[in-house]
């Protein structure tokens, strides 16, 4: 089975701190997504990426950048974070075409006071 | 890429009935895949139908797609407890960004 994994399943941070968020996926896939998600407003795309080193903005990438280093990992990072961060992160995974099955982690629901 | 619209926005059933949960969207695709998300299990793939396929099953799962109304339905027969979640589709079309909606909030009362 995909395994995808994220680092924390709660965070508490400050207003202005620089936060990591970390993703990891067991089964070679090509592309990697980081979503947040919001009560009334479905699972908006912050960044994705295809490659590694390879990267673009979805939807939503203010106030957020990204990393990735090396395949299995896909990083998202709150360079400031504000109280408007405050969300459940998702981080997925699909093999490498288009139009294939993501596999989620289990989410990162972060606070920002 | 586009947003599915699901319909209905929330749905209560009792455990045994069956749920229908539909969704529009509104240009051609390539496929159209279903999603569920609980707390428990977090955000899960159910099932993907590709635009020349007009049906497809999974166990308790029946989905539909039409492509002339540009609709798409998913049957849960016999529905559970378990089964509360939402639900979500996600219709797609060369290219790797995946629009999910706010989704059908299913309660399946016990």
């Known amino acids: 089975d995909v395994k995808v994994t994220q680092s924390s399943r709660y965070l508490v941070k400050r207003t202005g701190e620089k936060v990591f968020l970390e993703c990891v996926q067991d089964?070679?896939?090509?592309?990697m997504f980081w979503y947040r998600q919001d009560p009334g407003l479905g699972l908006r795309l912050i960044y994705f990426s295809y490659d590694v080193k390879m990267k673009e903005k979805g939807d939503i990438p203010e106030g957020y950048s990204v990393s990735r280093e090396k395949k299995e990992r896909f990083s998202l990072i709150l360079e400031s974070a504000s109280t408007n961060q405050t969300s459940m992160y998702l981080c997925?995974?699909?093999?490498?075409?288009?139009?294939?099955?993501?596999?989620f982690g289990p989410g990162t629901r972060l606070l920002v006071l | 890429s586009q947003q599915g619209e699901e319909d209905p926005q929330a749905l209560s059933i009792q455990e045994g009935e069956n749920a229908t949960m539909n969704c529009s969207y509104k240009t051609s695709i390539n496929n159209l895949q279903w999603y569920r998300q609980n707390s428990g299990r977090g955000l899960v793939h159910l099932i993907l139908i590709r635009s020349n396929e007009r049906e497809k099953h999974s166990g308790r799962l029946r989905v539909t797609l039409d492509t002339s109304k540009k609709s798409s339905s998913l049957l849960i027969t016999a529905s559970r407890a378990a089964d509360t979640a939402s639900y979500f589709c996600?219709?797609?079309?060369?290219?790797?960004?995946?629009?999910f909606g706010t989704g059908t909030r299913l309660k399946v009362l016990a």
């Open positions: 089964m070679d896939h090509e592309n």
């Open positions: 997925a995974s699909s093999p490498g075409r288009f139009q294939e099955t993501q596999y």
């Open positions: 996600v219709p797609t079309s060369g290219t790797y960004k995946y629009i």
